[in-house]
């Protein structure tokens, strides 16, 4: 088992989770969702990570098929979690790597293009620095990996209580402001749906030339075409 060093960046996200524990997140339903939603089969062979690994099943599910995935969570309880589903599923720990830290503000400890598909359910809404977490996904995947992302729909169910889910920040995740950003980082949306209050993404990492950093797009004077023409046949 591996685990980052833990810096104290936000200690109020740490401090969050560090006693409740993270979210279940979608669990090993995000892998189901792929294949329902996709023509891409059952991975095998690959290198997969899971931003906020939660329970820990997708992460031993996907080991399990023959991928090499590495599990990220800010809380421990669930670092312990995905090592509790490698041992009940007699996954071979070898293919598990997990790190302890905050997305928002630490990087992942993993190379550049290496990383076939991402997943990140149920998560993204509880993140100070959602910028930061797209940047390491996208430094971290190939070009033409797969990130698969879900979040609950602030236009449902944003509120407080039972049925309802706080959001850091709310108007980013409304589809039109998120898709907006999507497009921003280069991520070609493939899929959409909506299953009950949750919103579901297949994106696409582009990664080759035309790309505009985000900051020197927002700086300099660019047509639309110019920016993103390069993802109309991608």
Not at 95 to 103: E, G, N
């Amino acid at each position: 088992m591996t685990m980052a060093g833990r810096t104290q960046v936000q200690s109020t996200a740490v401090d969050a989770y560090k006693s409740e524990g993270g979210g279940i997140g979608a669990g090993s339903g995000a892998l189901d969702w792929l294949m329902e939603n996709s023509e891409l089969s059952t991975p095998s062979g690959l290198r997969c990570l899971e931003i906020g690994c939660g329970a820990g099943e997708l992460v031993a599910r996907l080991a399990a098929s023959g991928n090499k995935v590495i599990g990220v969570d800010i809380a421990e309880k669930c670092i312990e979690c995905v090592w509790s589903q490698v041992k009940k599923n007699l996954v071979n720990p070898k293919l598990v790597q997990t790190y302890l830290l905050d997305i928002s503000h630490e990087p992942l400890q993993i190379k550049e293009d290496s990383i076939d598909i991402a997943f990140c359910t149920e998560t993204i809404e509880h993140l100070s620095n959602p910028y930061h977490m797209f940047a390491e996904v996208k430094r971290v995947l190939r070009h033409e990996g797969h990130f698969v992302m879900a979040y609950p729909m602030p236009e449902n169910n944003l509120g407080y209580g039972g049925g309802q889910h706080a959001h850091v920040y709310p108007g980013f995740l409304l589809r039109d402001s998120f898709e907006r950003f999507c497009k921003q980082m280069y991520f070609k949306i493939v899929v959409r749906t909506e299953n009950g209050s949750s919103a579901w993404y297949l994106l696409k990492n582009y990664k080759a030339e035309g790309i505009v950093d985000p900051f020197c797009m927002i700086a300099g004077n660019y047509e639309e075409e110019d920016l993103y023409g390069c993802l109309n046949n991608f």
